[in-house]
């Protein structure tokens, strides 16, 4: 059997070369949208926090480089928050953002429905040049796949989850579709890249952005846990073959040059919208449409009849075309603001 086995390739090793290296693509985008997600949390607290200081100081408001001065201040708030480990510990810290988040939307609902203009007035469909952005930005809206399993973990009663997650998802989707809506019709073409940005220049409006930064910057810890868990593995022993530490101190070293990382990217890139769509764009379509979809035809050959195929297939082209223009679109996007704030 020896001898017949060297004529061919054996099939196992196929297999797990495949899956080794299906794994590792799944990782490496995972890597990309979770720690994409924390840069973009860094320029939205920037931008919001901007807005805010300038209610008390006008001239900082309009310092073309105020973001990013934020953004280097909340590196030590941020750092300091993420040095816990567990994410069941940040369990007080997410229940205060919720309830901060329901407050902000009230006050939200209640300033956007004060004098809302009919939706005749805009015209139907803002052309096709648009549709790359707003593929990105739609896909990054629901990439919350990256600590589904994580959260599922650290639940008391794990086999309550579908429900949860079940309950969450509709009315996630359900504020989406009211607020990009009611949001659009309210602003126009002059809606911001996040909604709290429209809100006008008054305390109570003041504090809805200082909420929802909260709520980010508690958010923020939670996408770190991903990146964290892909790489220690990976790091732990070179890290002790270099500095002699453990796999806790390991951890701690991991979770630090990230957040520098992803602060110096912010840094570089305070451009919120763009930020968003290029995302979106780059990995969220591949995690939401395209590697699904082939994984199951993979893994379940069994169930897959001629529609599903056809289905299958279309979503594989659909995410490959938003792929493929969003990331183009979003990359030329950044390139042509961060040429404007040079010149």
Not at 67 to 73: L, P
Not at 288 to 297: F, K, V, Y
Request: aromatic share 12%; hydrophobic share 50%; glycine share 6%.
């Amino acid at each position: 059997p020896s001898s017949i086995s060297r004529g061919r390739p054996n099939r196992s090793r196929l297999r797990d070369t495949s899956g080794q290296l299906a794994a590792s693509t799944v990782n490496m985008f995972l890597l990309i949208t979770q720690l994409g997600f924390c840069c973009c949390y860094f320029v939205f607290m920037a931008d919001n926090l901007k807005e805010v200081i300038g209610l008390f100081h006008p001239t900082f408001e309009h310092w073309i480089n105020a973001d990013r001065f934020i953004i280097v201040c909340l590196f030590l708030p941020i750092s300091l928050l993420c040095l816990i480990r567990k994410m069941e510990y940040l369990a007080p810290f997410s229940a205060v953002a919720n309830a901060g988040t329901v407050v902000s939307i009230l006050i939200m609902f209640r300033y956007m429905l004060g004098n809302i203009p009919s939706p005749s007035e805009y015209d139907k469909f803002a052309g096709f040049a648009t549709l790359p952005a707003y593929f990105g930005t739609i896909v990054f809206a629901f990439e919350g796949i990256g600590v589904v399993l994580p959260l599922e973990n650290s639940m008391r009663n794990p086999e309550d989850f579908g429900f949860i997650l079940n309950v969450g998802m509709f009315s996630v989707v359900s504020l989406y579709l009211i607020f990009g809506f009611i949001g659009y019709v309210r602003f126009g073409d002059q809606i911001a890249d996040a909604i709290t940005l429209n809100l006008p220049n008054q305390p109570i409006y003041q504090s809805v952005k200082i909420l929802y930064s909260f709520v980010i910057f508690i958010s923020y810890a939670i996408q770190l846990y991903v990146p964290v868990q892909i790489l220690l593995p990976k790091f732990e022993k070179k890290l002790y073959s270099l500095m002699k530490i453990d796999r806790i101190q390991s951890e701690y070293v991991i979770r630090i040059l990230l957040i520098i990382f992803t602060c110096l990217l912010a840094i570089l890139v305070p451009d919120l919208g763009d930020f968003i769509s290029l995302i979106g764009s780059l990995a969220g379509s591949m995690l939401a449409l395209i590697i699904p979809p082939i994984l199951d035809m993979k893994v379940r050959p069994e169930r897959q009849t001629m529609i599903i195929k056809i289905l299958h297939y279309f979503i594989i082209i659909l995410g490959l075309i938003g792929f493929i223009t969003g990331t183009i679109l979003s990359i030329h996007n950044i390139i042509e603001n961060l040429k404007n704030r040079v010149n």
